[in-house]
């Protein structure tokens, strides 16, 4: 049963949480520049994802750091475009679809915060998104450059993002992951909910 309602509030969450999106991306008609429609809501989730969730509390971190990893970071508002590249080379999208979605607006929002893995010599390789909404820390888009794959990366932003949504406030944690990211989100603590899907952000 408890696994029920931890289920249903973060599948709620998660619709608050593209609610937040949706209504921060209007603001960007503020500006002048010209916004595409992402191609796929998710950035590069086209298949139904699979519902994964995780308890914030008492974690601790899975691996080491990687030799080269200077800094996790939260990107300002005004790097909104640092953050569409990134996602843009990690997900094989455009980075005009990305500006689309993460506006100026939307990284200004205190519940959305974008964050980059960075090298030593300050080359961004990995990124993410953590949204916040009653308690439930939504992540997404994770993901890190070709180059840079599978040295620890990717886990320590994430380790990064869950560590500042439970200092926020949040208890639980949520995301959507494709049949290729389970593995990896299981080794952070995630535990997919069978027969439960995330609501598509449409």
Do not use: K
Not at 22 to 48: D, I, K, V
Request: glycine share 10%.
């Amino acid at each position: 049963m408890h696994v029920t309602r931890t289920t249903d509030s973060s599948t709620r969450a998660f619709r608050a949480a593209v609610r937040m999106l949706a209504t921060s991306r209007r603001r960007s008609h503020l500006r002048s520049r010209p916004r595409a429609r992402s191609e796929a809501t998710g950035l590069g989730c086209t298949e139904q994802p699979i519902l994964m969730v995780t308890p914030t509390a008492g974690r601790r971190s899975t691996g080491s750091v990687p030799a080269d990893l200077a800094l996790v970071r939260r990107l300002a508002s005004d790097e909104y475009d640092t953050f569409a590249v990134l996602v843009a080379g990690t997900f094989g999208v455009t980075p005009e679809s990305v500006a689309g979605v993460y506006t100026a607006e939307v990284l200004a929002n205190p519940l959305i915060g974008a964050y980059v893995a960075e090298t030593r010599n300050g080359t961004a390789v990995s990124v993410g998104v953590g949204l916040l909404t009653d308690g439930h820390l939504g992540v997404a888009n994770v993901g890190t450059l070709p180059a840079f794959r599978r040295q620890g990366y990717a886990r320590v932003l994430t380790e990064t993002i869950l560590r500042r949504g439970t200092l926020a406030g949040a208890h639980t944690a949520y995301l959507h992951a494709s049949d290729e990211t389970v593995p990896f989100f299981e080794r952070l603590g995630f535990t997919a909910r069978a027969g439960w899907s995330l609501p598509r952000a449409s």
